[in-house]
């Protein structure tokens, strides 16, 4: 199995910055694809981005050109770096690790941007 500890989140303006972080134990060597999510009160679960173990990233419309994924391999993390903050990106965001016959999820950070 592989476990997942997200950091990183909380309070910031609009326009401002935030770095994610989501490490993994375990059985990381089984590990396709890791993304981020997030869910924001009363709504779904959504897809924020992923990156593949060849480093190929995709994102969603709503953070494409602002949130960027990045993994450091020698430090089984993962960081999602989140600029150009807008109120609408308050969510708790959750890290997630598929390994092509199961899926781990971390137990999310919260990330509220308000003034």
């Known amino acids: 199995q592989v476990q997942l500890v997200e950091s990183g989140g909380g309070l910031v303006q609009p326009g401002g910055s935030l770095r994610l972080s989501c490490a993994a134990s375990g059985s990381i060597a089984s590990i396709n694809i890791m993304g981020w999510y997030r869910q924001a009160p009363g709504k779904q679960r959504e897809l924020v981005g992923f990156i593949t173990l060849g480093g190929s990233t995709k994102y969603a419309d709503s953070v494409k050109g602002r949130f960027t994924i990045s993994r450091d391999n020698t430090k089984n993390t993962v960081h999602l770096q989140m600029n150009s903050l807008k109120p609408e990106d308050t969510a708790v965001y959750y890290c997630?690790?598929?390994?092509?016959?199961?899926?781990?999820w971390g137990q999310g950070t919260q990330v509220t941007v308000s003034s």
């Open positions: 997630n690790a598929n390994t092509g016959f199961y899926v781990s």
